[in-house]
């Protein structure tokens, strides 16, 4: 599954479309941008000081510039209750200046807290696989990717996306990690766009078009 994901990933990126694609997401050649390209910076990030370990009422909003929306009373329960206190102390224990990159499994794999924390919004609270990851992604961008049903796709789905694009970025001396970071910058987009949202805008920009019709089986129930 690793090599598959990595290939996949690898073509994706170093395919001929990734820099257009890039510079049509963030509006950078005239067009209108997508509302995605303001999801990490939006209100200055989810991962700045000071509300980096609390969920925010940005983050709710710059979820929905995913086009998913959490629920009402989730989103009360976030700010204001239980639910927000939990999901700050499992915060506190992932780290908030790390790279996916140079994480350890243990910081991914099942026990993490991360993974604890994607578990609670999931499975306890039932905002399901997709808005969960994406909230975690929006507090933790450079350890935690955007992962959607589109790039599930894409990617054959695996059953442990995290520990699956871990593997293939740390592979061949972190050769991925840095061919993200060069189309980073050869797209002309801000360092503060993570290498894991790089790579969550190629592989959707990719397939988005043609997912819906085709009815792709990017569904179901999966690990983080």
Do not use: N
């Not at 509300?51 to 510039?65: G, K």
């Not at 915060?91 to 604890?116: F, N």
């Not at 970025?169 to 050769?175: C, E, I, N, T, W």
């Not at 970071?181 to 290498?195: F, Q, Y």
Request: hydrophobic content about 40%; glycine content about 12%; overall charge negative.
């Amino acid at each position: 599954m690793d090599a598959g994901l990595r290939d996949i990933v690898r073509s994706h990126v170093g395919s001929e479309d990734a820099v257009g694609h890039l510079r049509e997401y963030f509006g950078l050649d005239g067009g209108r941008p997508y509302t995605g390209a303001r999801f990490e910076g939006l209100g200055g990030g989810g991962d700045r000081v000071g509300v980096a370990d609390v969920v925010t009422a940005e983050d709710l909003v710059a979820v929905q510039m995913l086009s998913v929306r959490v629920p009402e009373r989730v989103s009360l329960d976030l700010l204001e209750g239980d639910l927000g206190q939990q999901m700050s102390k499992l915060l506190r224990e992932i780290p908030c200046e790390l790279d996916m990159v140079d994480a350890e499994t243990g910081e991914l794999e099942s026990g993490s807290a991360a993974e604890w924390a994607w578990d609670l919004l999931d499975a306890q609270y039932g905002v399901g696989w997709v808005m969960a990851g994406k909230l975690l992604a929006r507090k933790r961008p450079r350890l935690l990717p955007v992962y959607d049903r589109v790039v599930r796709c894409v990617l054959g789905t695996p059953s442990s996306f995290w520990l699956g694009l871990h593997h293939a970025l740390r592979v061949d001396d972190h050769a991925l990690h840095h061919e993200l970071l060069d189309l980073r910058k050869r797209a002309g987009i801000p360092e503060t766009v993570s290498a894991l949202r790089v790579c969550d805008i190629v592989l959707w920009m990719a397939h988005h078009e043609g997912h819906r019709p085709l009815r792709c089986p990017g569904h179901g129930t999966l690990s983080p």
